[in-house]
Every structure is written in structure tokens, then in C-alpha cells.
């Protein structure tokens, strides 16, 4: 079972920066891939970013060059920094994990909203 917390989001300027944090539980999470993505009022959820266990990462080309995603295995946490924001980055994040037993979980997410 692993439980995710995510915090860091709230209200940014066009152009400006937000650092999201989420915070796991449970043993497996050195071991599993993590992964941002976001759903935006009237939309599907998409992919944002995704980290596999040792560090591999990918990005949407919508982010790519903005966006950087991060974990540290010790602190048990999944980093997303953002630069450079646009308004269509407004929506709610989610961080998910994937365990190696094939077990996907999600957080509750966190609101970002960008203002023009």
C-alpha cells in the first residue's frame, strides 16, 4: 500500500516558478517508477512527466525544457519544478506511483493556477 501527498501548488504569474512535492509511504518506492500529470477544467488527464526507479526521465513536449521532475528515494519524495509557467499549465496535479508489483497509486492532488 503507498500513500502519496502532494503540496507546493497554488497561484503563479505567467512566467513565474512553483516547486510541487509529494510525499510516499510504503517500502516499495525506491523501486517503482513516479510520474506528474495533470487535468485541466474540461479535460482529460494527461501525462506531464514521468521518472522511472533509477533516474530515466520523459517529458510532454509541452513542458519539456520547463519542467523538471525529480525524486529522492531516502526523503521518500517526488519533486516537479516548474519555470517558466504558462496559463494552459493551470489544472490539478497528481503524482502516481507503479509499484514493481504492477500496483498503480495517485495522490489527491494539488491546484496550479497561472494568471496571463
Known amino acids: 500500500q503507498v500513500q502519496l501527498v502532494e503540496s507546493g501548488g497554488g497561484l503563479a504569474q505567467a512566467g513565474g516558478s512553483l516547486r510541487l512535492s509529494c510525499a510516499a509511504s510504503g517500502r516499495t518506492f525506491g523501486s517503482s517508477a513516479v510520474a506528474w500529470v495533470r487535468q485541466a477544467p474540461g479535460k482529460e488527464r494527461e501525462s506531464v512527466a514521468h521518472i522511472s526507479w533509477n533516474g530515466d526521465s520523459t517529458y510532454d513536449d509541452s513542458v519539456k525544457g520547463r519542467f523538471t521532475i525529480s525524486r529522492d528515494n531516502a526523503k521518500k519524495t517526488i519533486y516537479l519544478q516548474m519555470n517558466n509557467l504558462k496559463p494552459e499549465d493551470t489544472a490539478v496535479y497528481y503524482c502516481?506511483?507503479?509499484?514493481?508489483?504492477?500496483?498503480?497509486?495517485w495522490g489527491q492532488g494539488t491546484q496550479v493556477t497561472v494568471s496571463s
Open positions: 502516481g506511483v507503479a509499484t514493481p508489483g504492477g500496483d498503480d497509486y
